[in-house]
């Protein structure tokens, strides 16, 4: 491996890292009632490498599991995130 493919696999892994981590905290915040992460930042988060983080966060955390949006949209990104960082792993 080089070094630009470490530099991708720690971009993929700090997405997804984030991404998990703003989905976990917008279920605190809906359980307490306070003010929530948007659907888009947290759709914008999976779709720059974050859907395997958001859909952990998903399963683990129950959360916006009953949203079709998201039961759909965080596997397609995630598909989307494997196709993309693939080719980019490929490339360089």
């Excluded at 971009?11 to 003010?35: E, F, G, P, T």
């Excluded at 659907?39 to 720059?48: K, P, Q, S, V």
Aim: net charge positive; aromatic share 10%; glycine share 6%.
């Amino acid at each position: 491996m080089n070094s630009l493919q470490i530099v991708l696999c720690m971009v993929y892994l700090l997405m997804n890292i984030i991404s998990y981590q703003v989905m976990a905290a917008d279920k605190v915040r809906a359980k307490k009632y306070r003010q929530r992460v948007p659907e888009r930042t947290l759709f914008t988060l999976a779709a720059l490498g974050g859907g395997l983080g958001s859909m952990l966060a998903m399963q683990r955390k129950r959360h916006k599991t009953k949203h079709w949006s998201f039961r759909l949209g965080m596997p397609l990104l995630f598909l989307v995130n494997v196709i993309v960082y693939g080719y980019l792993f490929q490339a360089v």
